[in-house]
Structure formats: structure tokens, C-alpha cells
């Protein structure tokens, strides 16, 4: 694994990534304008276990405070293989264009260079386990159920889309993730305030709580975002640690 230079800094923790860019000499205001800035990145701990998402914007103000380095995945032959990059390499790094080329990085333009937004960034002196609780609001219910109606199938706009209780209100049943779907307009009518089998309807998936934010789930159906899996599955137990 490439090392390069590591901060000695004492542990500080993903919620204290509110500062901007405009920290670090290199960012200016051409930067801050930018729309790679509000490109999404995951961050690890410092064993490689995945903590939360943040925007490009606070994960450059982690790189410029030197509390974290860029983690670069490259796939080859004897599998993935992992690079640490300090803010300024990761600058020297993105000057060679064709190394990114066929990986979809967003990117931040200056008047003075050019940078690519990294994928995965570590906290290098940080090494609390997330929160392994998923919020149950409406956000993450259009997310887990992809946006589409958990009766007839088909997807439709946020704003075309109802939350269900599979056993309604009235018969006791309650705001949890096993007994809330998302559903249409039409299907929501059709079923009113009986369960399923009393309308006669049938969900499509048994719904329950998600193992990870399903916005995160989401985002790894995009090639954009493929070396997330990496971490967010089981590579991170084979990472060499030092």
C-alpha cells in the first residue's frame, strides 16, 4: 500500500468536517463555485470501516486540515489495490489526467490547476465505529423501496408517492420499518384501510429495517461510485493496516 505523508493529529470525528475549502491556500473563490464541490465521497475510519457520506466541499476541507487522506482503489489483476495520497500528492497525482479517465471523478477547477474529487477519503486519527442505527423518516423509505410502489411495481416521482401502513392505523399497526412501504396514489386508494389480504393485494418485498443508509445502497447501482464497495462489504477486513 503507497504511503504518503500522515498526520499525526488526535482523533477527530467525521461530524467536525464542516470547514470549507477556502482553509487550505490552494482553494479560492473560483473553487467554492465549482460544481464538482457537491460531488459525494465516502468516508472511512482509520480501519477502513465506512462512516458516513459527505460532499466533496467538507471532504476537502478534511484533506486541507491534513485530518484525512484521499484512499485511491485501482483494479488489476491481483485485485483491487489501495493508494494514500496527502492533499498536495493527491494535487501532484490529478495533474495526470489519463490516470483518471475511464474512473469518473468529478473535478474542481481553478484559475491556477485542476483537481480531481476523491472517491474515498480516510480519517487518519479517527477510529470510532459508526452509528449502526438507519433513521426511519421518509427520505430513507423513498429510498429503500427505490421509489417505486410496493404493490403494482412501478416507479414513480416523490411527489406521486404515498407511505402505507401494510396493517393500518386503526387495526394497531404502527410507524415501523416492517410496516411501512412506499406505494402510489392508485394502489393506496385501492387498499384504503385494510391490510393486504383484505384488498387482495400483495406486496412485492417483505419490507424491513436496512442494514446501511439506503442512500448509500443506492448510490453503489452507479459505476460512479464502485469502489465504495470495496468498503462497504468485506475488502476492508483484508486491508493491510499500519
Not at 63 to 90: K, N
Not at 128 to 144: E, H, I, S, Y
Request: hydrophobic share 35%; charged share 30%; with cysteine.
Amino acid at each position: 500500500m503507497d504511503r504518503k505523508a500522515r498526520s499525526k493529529r488526535p482523533p477527530t470525528p467525521p461530524e467536525d468536517s464542516h470547514s470549507e475549502c477556502g482553509d487550505c491556500d490552494a482553494f479560492g473563490e473560483a473553487a467554492a463555485l465549482s460544481p464538482g464541490l457537491s460531488a459525494k465521497v465516502l468516508v472511512l475510519n482509520k480501519l477502513y470501516v465506512a462512516v458516513r457520506v459527505v460532499s466533496a466541499r467538507r471532504a476537502f476541507g478534511l484533506l486541507c486540515r491534513e485530518i484525512a487522506e484521499v484512499v485511491h482503489v485501482e483494479q488489476s489483476s491481483d485485485g483491487p489495490q489501495y493508494h494514500m495520497y496527502d492533499f498536495e500528492t493527491w494535487a501532484d497525482v490529478s495533474a495526470a489526467r489519463d490516470r483518471f479517465a475511464s474512473d469518473g471523478h468529478d473535478w474542481i477547477r481553478t484559475m491556477r490547476f485542476e483537481i480531481a474529487v476523491p472517491k474515498i477519503i480516510r480519517l487518519v486519527g479517527y477510529d470510532r465505529l459508526p452509528a449502526q442505527v438507519v433513521k426511519l423518516n421518509r427520505r430513507n423509505l423513498f429510498a429503500r423501496d427505490r421509489n417505486s410502489c410496493q404493490y403494482c411495481g412501478h416507479h414513480f416521482p416523490t411527489a406521486d408517492l404515498s407511505i402505507d401502513h401494510v396493517v393500518p392505523r386503526m387495526a394497531g399497526g404502527g410507524d415501523t420499518w416492517d410496516n411501512l412501504v412506499c406505494a402510489c396514489i392508485r394502489c393506496n386508494a385501492r387498499k384504503g384501510g385494510r391490510t393486504p389480504e383484505q384488498a387482495g393485494m400483495k406486496l412485492i418485498r417483505k419490507p424491513e429495517r436496512p442494514k446501511r443508509n439506503p442512500l448509500i445502497s443506492l448510490r453503489l447501482g452507479h459505476e460512479k461510485y464502485a469502489s465504495w464497495r470495496q468498503f462497504l462489504d468485506s475488502a476492508y477486513w483484508s486491508v493491510e493496516l499500519r
